[in-house]
């Protein structure tokens, strides 16, 4: 099935619409621990996840949301799942920060940097040993590049000629850290071509090129071709987590990006291009405000789980 702009442009709406309302919920202290906004870096999760099918699988940081709703996660199981109900994915217990979703591919997220990686090989492994044609996608920011468990995973996945894309989500940050004061090369790709992975560093920024990249990949991996190490370059436009400081960069910065930001820029490709026009824009938006006001109603009025749930999936 061919994805179109419009396409790409609602789904990052879905997405930055549905951070907007969760920071919301946090405010008003419904949500435990930190919140971790993905508000800048939609375009990757949409290019990506809208690549993929059903069967194919992502494990995500704990910046998560985007890729699950970009994967097909139903936004009222999310809302509820954030909130520590039962009606979420994990029965409220995964939170905000480690969500999974198996049914749909989502083999979680992980709140410990680079952690969900060697568990995404795993799924490309599972893939090829059983002769299943599927795809397994990690997600990771550029702070996750100076984990060790990033290279053990790669260096298998380039050894088996595992059917895997690498996403690196690079943001410039890791955490409160600029990327050029952690390493000497800012570029990530050489690391995987002297792993023997092929890759491509891509305007994380722009869904359609994301989306071109990942059927690259996609073809690649399921010729038996081995995995794709893609760079996406790309800002958060919030800080690190909600309430967040935000003292280690500049104002003058972040407006910097802020015009780079990918919704801003497909909807003037759109209406450049004549594939849609202000009110049907204001409509899209209109319509998912809507659903995801329908959603997070519902996931509010969602029952608390039980003490008897610390138990249960537990093995």
């Not at 996660?73 to 109900?85: C, N, S, T, V």
């Not at 059927?215 to 991996?221: P, Q, S």
Request: proline letters at 3%; charged letters at 25%; aromatic letters at 8%.
């Amino acid at each position: 099935m061919a994805h179109t702009l419009p396409d790409f442009y609602k789904k990052m709406q879905q997405i930055r619409l549905f951070e907007e309302q969760a920071i919301e919920l946090y405010k008003e202290g419904l949500v435990g621990g930190s919140y971790h906004s993905y508000i800048g870096q939609e375009a990757i999760a949409t290019g990506v996840c809208t690549a993929l099918r059903a069967v194919d699988y992502i494990t995500t940081t704990y910046r998560g949301r985007g890729q699950h709703l970009a994967k097909g996660a139903d936004p009222q199981k999310l809302f509820a799942e954030i909130l520590g109900k039962i009606d979420g994915y994990c029965k409220g217990k995964g939170g905000p920060m480690h969500i999974a979703a198996p049914e749909i591919g989502i083999l979680g997220a992980n709140g410990i940097v680079g952690a969900g990686v060697p568990i995404a090989a795993g799924g490309a492994l599972s893939a090829k040993m059983n002769g299943l044609d599927r795809i397994s996608v990690a997600f990771f920011g550029d702070g996750a590049m100076n984990q060790g468990v990033i290279y053990e995973a790669m260096n298998l996945a380039a050894l088996w000629d595992l059917p895997m894309l690498f996403v690196c989500e690079n943001n410039e940050y890791s955490e409160m850290t600029p990327i050029r004061d952690s390493v000497k090369v800012l570029d990530f790709i050489g690391r995987a071509a002297s792993l023997g992975i092929q890759g491509v560093t891509v305007d994380g920024n722009d869904a359609e090129a994301v989306y071109a990249e990942t059927l690259k990949a996609m073809e690649r991996a399921s010729k038996g071709e081995g995995p794709t190490f893609m760079e996406a370059k790309t800002y958060r436009l919030q800080g690190h987590m909600y309430g967040d400081s935000e003292i280690y960069r500049s104002k003058d910065e972040v407006q910097a990006w802020k015009e780079k930001d990918p919704i801003k820029r497909a909807k003037e490709k759109l209406l450049q291009q004549g594939q849609a026009t202000e009110s049907q824009i204001e409509q899209w938006i209109s319509d998912i405000k809507a659903e995801l006001n329908t959603a997070v109603e519902a996931a509010r009025i969602s029952s608390e789980p039980s003490y008897d749930e610390i138990y249960t999936d537990v093995v």
